[in-house]
């Protein structure tokens, strides 16, 4: 029986092959985007976790790893075996912007980490929760359909993408959870789910792994403030 899996594996054996800090070939092929989404959807179990956890114990699992993704992500700029072994393993993954040794650009995976902590710090439960699915799933809605059908430009990325971006920011703000499940809450989520939408299409220099859910988050806290502040958040 023909192995289904063989063109895809062959595709990354090449890609693996070439020297990966020279040229970005994920830039230009929507197979590896969709295994770079892949792996990017396993980061949802932050937020299903999280709602079952305590803020402490959830902050005692990500500052950890944080620490961990953080380290190993520098010392590739640093040291000559971490860099080899890095890009032997990780390379064929790496956008362009994620291996610039002149900034020493963190790559999306430590990104993803660092805005889960922040988020799970600053804000309200519920908030990190819905911004940072958000973040997962239409992050990679926006990606895979921008990259496939994006034919018309919308700020810094296409109509299409963005559009998928709003609709399952919806999605996500129609079944994440509420403090009362008050119609004026699921007004305020799609509001800061068009915000979202926004940061994601601005040509921003800061990674959306980290603009994204700090945005969103930010925008929902400040929207419950001024129209339901009567609504008390449970940590």
Known sequence: MRNKNKPLNDFIEQVKSHDSRKQSIIESDYR?????????????????????LSKPAALAILI???????????????????????????????????????????????YVLISATLCVLIFPKIITITSFSILIISDIAAALVGRRFGKHKFIAKSVEGSAAFFITALAVIAIAPKIE?????????????????????????????????????????????????????IN
């Open 64 to 110: 950890p790893m944080t620490i961990i993704f953080l380290s190993v992500d520098l010392s590739r700029y640093y040291n000559r075996t971490m860099e080899e072994w890095y890009f032997k393993y990780f390379g064929f993954l790496l956008r362009k912007r994620e291996n610039d040794k002149k900034n020493k650009t963190l790559n999306g995976a430590t």
């Open 32 to 52: 590896i985007e969709i295994v770079r989404k892949g792996i990017h959807l396993i980061s949802l179990s932050i937020p299903i976790t999280y709602y079952y």
């Open 181 to 233: 499940y008050q119609l004026g809450e699921y007004l305020i989520g799609m509001i800061a789910a068009f915000i979202g939408t926004v940061t994601e299409a601005l040509p921003a220099e800061i990674d959306d792994n980290l603009s994204i859910p700090i945005i969103v988050g930010a925008s929902l806290w400040l929207l419950y403030s001024i129209f339901l502040p009567s609504l008390i958040f």
